[in-house]
């Protein structure tokens, strides 16, 4: 059976599409099937093909499963604000059901392992009712938390996971991924989560240029998500 995970961040730029990619990677070395989702995204480049997501297509590049955009990333943006503020600016409505709706068609592509990945951190709104968060419970799906490793990590990364299980979410895993290169006691930061966070660390990813995804792919071990 095909195995699919929600993706968070502890906040913006906690690094969750380069973790993903690099789980995607790792997972295409074993020679699983992959494919990964950005059902909505914020912020978008004028191309040849029309707006598209950075983020979006970066995971298109790393998943080894042909797919046409619009099933990646159905909902699109292009402000990089809080996505409901730009649907509210482009007169546009976003609910959980419509999101479920293009994740499970999309899904419905043979595979063996997928990612859904969110935008922003977990508790992101939608519209006035509803979160990005309802789409990993309403879809039944384990969450893995990418921790962006900077001062203050701690706390956002132990609310958050407080906020996941508050949810009825189960947290499959979570990744320290080291955003700030600079980031004083970072060892002991990660210990401190390895200590109170109870779920498996899939990996701690040491600071890295976007060129040396290799680097992250090494620091990781997917082996606790039974892939």
Not at 154 to 173: D, Y
Request: aromatic share 4%; charged share 20%; glycine share 8%.
């Amino acid at each position: 059976m095909p195995r699919t995970f929600f993706v968070t961040g502890t906040d913006t730029d906690a690094g969750k599409t380069f973790v993903t990619c690099a789980m995607l990677q790792a997972a295409n070395e074993k020679g699983l099937k992959t494919l990964a989702l950005k059902p909505v995204a914020a912020g978008s480049d004028d191309t040849p093909d029309g707006p598209r997501n950075d983020d979006a297509l970066n995971l298109m590049s790393a998943m080894n499963i042909e797919m046409g955009y619009s099933q990646v990333n159905p909902v699109l943006f292009e402000p990089p604000i809080a996505p409901h503020i730009a649907a509210q600016e482009e007169g546009r409505r976003v609910t959980v059901d419509r999101l479920t709706g293009f994740c499970r068609g999309a899904l419905m592509t043979r595979h063996d392992l997928s990612f859904i990945e969110g935008a922003g951190g977990w508790r992101v709104p939608l519209n006035d009712r509803e979160m990005l968060a309802d789409l990993a419970k309403e879809m039944n799906l384990p969450v893995i938390l990418v921790v962006g490793m900077k001062l203050g990590c701690i706390s956002h990364a132990l609310l958050t996971v407080e906020s996941i299980l508050q949810s009825g979410c189960t947290l499959a895993g979570w990744v320290a991924n080291q955003i700030d290169p600079n980031m004083s006691r970072f060892q002991e930061n990660v210990e401190t989560l390895q200590r109170t966070i109870n779920a498996p660390c899939l990996g701690v990813v040491p600071w890295c240029s976007d060129d040396q995804q290799n680097d992250a792919v090494a620091s990781l071990d997917l082996s606790p998500l039974n892939i």
